[in-house]
């Protein structure tokens, strides 16, 4: 069973940047696709954005292309979420998530993860 243990999220003026990461423990990081999500209130938990058990492979949420990077290091079982240009609208409880890789491949549905972090929280002010 991996842990996985959010940080980075805060209070950021729009127009800012933060750079959130995920460290995993318990098993071998580098088998795990992995994922960034939000939930914002009132709202269903969507993907932000997925990578890859390498990191050769990602995807983004058209709301967010351009403006959000996922990478990871597998050496120290971190993935990082690097935010720029936050918007009001990116206001949410972001969350890591993760599941077992057989293929080379991200995935995007929330149900495809078994295992979740607690959340961070990130609040964009206008």
């Known amino acids: 069973q991996v842990q996985l243990q959010e940080s980075g999220g805060g209070l950021v003026q729009a127009g800012g940047s933060l750079r959130l990461s995920c460290v995993a423990s318990g098993r071998t990081f580098s088998g795990y696709a992995m994922g960034w999500f939000r939930q914002a209130p009132g709202k269903e938990r969507d993907l932000v954005a997925a990578?890859?058990?390498?990191?050769?492979?990602?995807y983004y949420a058209d709301a967010v292309k351009g403006r959000f990077t996922i990478s990871r290091d597998n050496a120290k079982n971190t993935v990082y979420l690097q935010m720029m240009s936050l918007q009001p609208e990116d206001t949410a409880v972001y969350y890591c998530a993760a599941k077992i890789a057989i293929l080379e491949s991200y995935y995007t549905p929330a149900n495809q993860y078994p295992h979740w972090g607690q959340g961070t929280q990130v609040t964009v002010s206008s």
């Open positions: 990578i890859s058990k390498s990191g050769r492979s990602t």
